[in-house]
């Protein structure tokens, strides 16, 4: 791909604005919110959306390049799949969210590695992966470590 490509000041905002829910999640616990719980519910839901979509990415990116073998599509299947794994201690009673947010975080947060190994990425789209990556991740780690507040 052009690593001179781009990105459109939308593209950019839009990415950013993609950090307000996480934002939220840890307002409402830390003002001590009654929904401090849903909040936790939440934030891990939309950072397992956020990974899956990432893999949804990698797909597109590897089908549109059509010279990547089955090893990245199976890379591409991996953040599904370990979202739901990651949810699976919730619905048994064991031990979450904060060791499941934990490990989200920090998929999440080195998520750009993938990207960086498949090569189809432009330079000015890694370096936003990268700082939205640190972004989300950082802050659903932040959830994790309030989750002993909460639970």
Known sequence: MDGHLKLSPAARALGYAGLVPQIICIALILIGHEWRYSALAGGFAYAAAIFSFLGGVWWGQVLAAGRMGAGAYGVA??????????????????????????????????????????????????????????????????????AGQVI
């Open 77 to 146: 299947v991996l953040p599904s799949l370990i979202a739901v794994a990651l949810f699976l201690p919730w619905t048994f009673g064991w031990e979450w969210p904060g060791p499941a947010l934990f490990y989200l975080g920090a998929l999440i947060a080195f998520s750009p590695l993938i990207d960086r190994a498949l090569g189809l990425a432009t330079r000015d789209f890694l370096r936003l992966r990268w700082q939205l990556s640190l972004g989300l991740g950082g802050l659903t780690i932040a959830l994790g470590l309030l």
